[in-house]
Every structure is written in C-alpha cells, then in structure tokens.
T-cell receptor
Framework: GAGVSQSPRYKVAKRGQDVALRCDPI?????LFWYQQALGQGPEFLTY????????KSGLPSDRFFAERPEGSVSTLKIQRTQQEDSAVYLC???????????FGQGTRLTVV | AQKVTQAQTEISVVEKEDVTLDCVYE???????LFWYKQPPSGELVFLIR??????QNEISGRYSWNFQKSTSSFNFTITASQVVDSAVYFC?????????????FGKGTLLTVNP
C-alpha cells in the first residue's frame, strides 16, 4: 500500500484479555518501530526492528508486551493480560534506511475496560 | 537523558495570523537530530522536518520556517499566514545521530487551533 497500515483502528479489551495489534509497513522498508502514545502525551518509543531482527526493546513497559516481525515485513505487537494503564494509541512507523524519515501509521487506539 | 519541552499546551489563532511553536531540548549528545511532526485528527504523525545539530541554518518551506538556536537549545517552528488546515497537534522530537537514531524523544505536543 501507499502508507503504513495498522489494524484494528480501535480495540476495546476487557482487563486481563490478550490483544494483538498489526502493522503493515511500507513495502521495502527495512526498519520498523512501535511507539505508545497516552492521551495528551507525546509518543514514547517501545521497540525497533531491522528486518526480522528486534534490535531494541528497551521501551517495552513490561514482560506482558511482546513484538515480532518474523518475515521482516508485517509486525505484531501483543499485549498479554491487559491492564487499564495499557490504554493508549499504539503507533507503528517504518523507514527505508538509517538516515531517512520515518512514516507513521494512523495508530490503533486501545481501550482497556 | 534526552528531554524535549513544548511549553505551549494549546494555541488558538485566527486564520492568516502568524504563529510560533516553541521547542526547547536537552541532550548530552554532541550530535543529534531535531524533528517536527504534525498530528492531524486522523492520528498519523506527518513528518515536517529533520535538522542535524551541525546545521544551524534556518530553513523555510512555503509557509513554514524553523529557527534552530543551538546556544539556547531551541528549535522553534513558525507558520506564516496560518490556515484552518494547519489545525493539529505539533510535536517536536529529538534523537541521537548515531546508531540509536531510530529512537525519538517527543515533547508533549502543542495543540494549534486556527479559527476561520
């Protein structure tokens, strides 16, 4: 597609439920990132992939958060046993190389009730 | 640690006014990148500019201009003759210039409302 695509756009989960958020980067983009944006805040870095390798997961808030990109294209961010504090917009971005701009998707708004 | 401060939470202007969005940053890195992104109501972050810390030359792109002052650690963004379509949240961000340049530190954003 023309841009970074994320699905679903909106997700309501009951506390304790597991969720999976999908990101389709721009075709050919080597690098992929996930960011978490709480209401009224700026995005915060979660994790970074180069192809299928997860090179940095320092921003993942707990071991309930897991991300993968098995074939170096589509990525999934999984949150186990969701908590209310996980409610946020999850943004995915991709770029072609180290010094190029990152293109962001529209995000998935997760609400944990 | 890196930090980006956008002191203006919200700004409201009338169409055709000029508006400046402030950004102050903190970093221990000697080389770094500064960014501005626009986030319209649809949610995606739209890239506006990236500035290398070595390049203090101001930049103009149409109605947009950026003033980088390394001495005051500021990277301000001015929109000239604002339009209703400029209404959005604007984020200033910072990254190191080395191997971790993928990791952006964002400010909290400034909500700009341009009224007709």
């Amino acid at each position: 597609g023309a841009g970074v695509s994320q699905s679903p756009r909106y997700k309501v989960a009951k506390r304790g439920q597991d969720v999976a958020l999908r990101c389709d980067p721009i075709s050919g983009h080597v690098s992929l990132f996930w960011y978490q944006q709480a209401l009224g805040q700026g995005p915060e870095f979660l994790t970074y992939f180069q192809n299928e390798a997860q090179l940095d997961k320092s921003g993942l808030p707990s071991d309930r958060f897991f991300a993968e990109r098995p074939e170096g294209s589509v990525s999934t961010l999984k949150i186990q046993r969701t908590q209310q504090e996980d409610s946020a917009v999850y943004l995915c971005a991709s770029r072609t190389g180290l010094l190029t701009e990152a293109f962001f998707g529209q995000g998935t708004r997760l609400t944990v009730v | 640690a890196q930090k980006v401060t956008q002191a203006q939470t919200e700004i409201s202007v009338v169409e055709k006014e000029d508006v400046t969005l402030d950004c102050v940053y903190e970093t221990r890195d000697t080389t770094y990148y500064l960014f501005w992104y626009k986030q319209p109501p649809s949610g995606e972050l739209v890239f506006l500019i990236r500035r290398n810390s070595f390049d203090e030359q101001n930049e103009i792109s149409g109605r947009y201009s950026w003033n980088f002052q390394k001495s005051t650690s500021s990277f301000n963004f001015t929109i000239t003759a604002s339009q209703v379509v400029d209404s959005a949240v604007y984020f200033c961000a910072l990254s190191e210039a080395g191997g971790s340049n993928y990791k952006l530190t964002f400010g909290k954003g400034t909500l700009l409302t341009v009224n007709p």
